[in-house]
């Protein structure tokens, strides 16, 4: 059965950083592309970042590119989302999942950005 688990959301105000964790199982995590998203009530759900197997390439969404940075520990199966001067824009949930996408997804983590 497929499940990831997002954590390390929080309230953070602006200009600050958080680092978000998946923890993902039920699949060959080592063997599959991984994005992050948001969503919104307004936006619906966005692409943040994906990252590819061995973590060596990374593409990001431009709202977000040169403030996150993704990463993976394929040896224990984990994703990460590292967010530096974060905007009150980036409060959403996060998500993360595998490319293509499983279907079922986590609960998602709170971030957000307020003074």
């Given amino acids: 059965q497929v499940q990831f688990v997002e954590s390390g959301g929080g309230l953070v105000q602006p200009g600050g950083s958080l680092r978000l964790s998946c923890a993902a199982s039920g699949f060959l995590f080592s063997q599959s592309f991984m994005n992050w998203y948001r969503r ?14 061995d973590g060596d390439s990374a593409t990001y969404a ?26 009150v824009e980036d ?4 998500y993360c999942n595998a490319q293509p996408n499983f279907a079922s997804w986590g609960q998602g983590t709170q971030v957000t950005v307020s003074s």
């Fill in 62 to 87: 431009r709202s977000v590119k040169g403030r996150f940075t993704i990463s993976r520990d394929n040896t224990k199966s984990t994703l990460y989302l590292q967010m530096n001067s974060l905007r």
């Fill in 40 to 53: 919104t009530p307004g936006n619906g759900r966005e692409l943040v970042a994906w990252i590819s197997l």
């Fill in 91 to 94: 409060t959403a949930v996060y």
